[in-house]
């Protein structure tokens, strides 16, 4: 069964996201400490995360 343009567009935002998450992590090594820490507390405290995503797809 082929995909409807909607599954398509949303696995593009998932590569953009991907391209995106990419540029997070190849930034990383230039960042402080402290700023490394406020980051991943941004991160954790983002919502809808990725987590939230994955279990929404994997709802029945």
Do not use: F, Q
């Not at 987590?51 to 797809?57: E, R, T």
């Amino acid at each position: 069964m082929p995909l409807s343009g909607e599954a398509i567009r949303l696995m593009n935002y998932i590569d953009d996201v991907a391209v995106t998450l990419r540029r997070i992590l190849a930034l990383i090594p230039t960042l402080t400490a402290e700023e490394r820490t406020r980051i991943a507390d941004h991160l954790e405290h983002s919502s809808p995360n990725a987590d939230d995503v994955a279990k929404a797809l994997a709802a029945k």
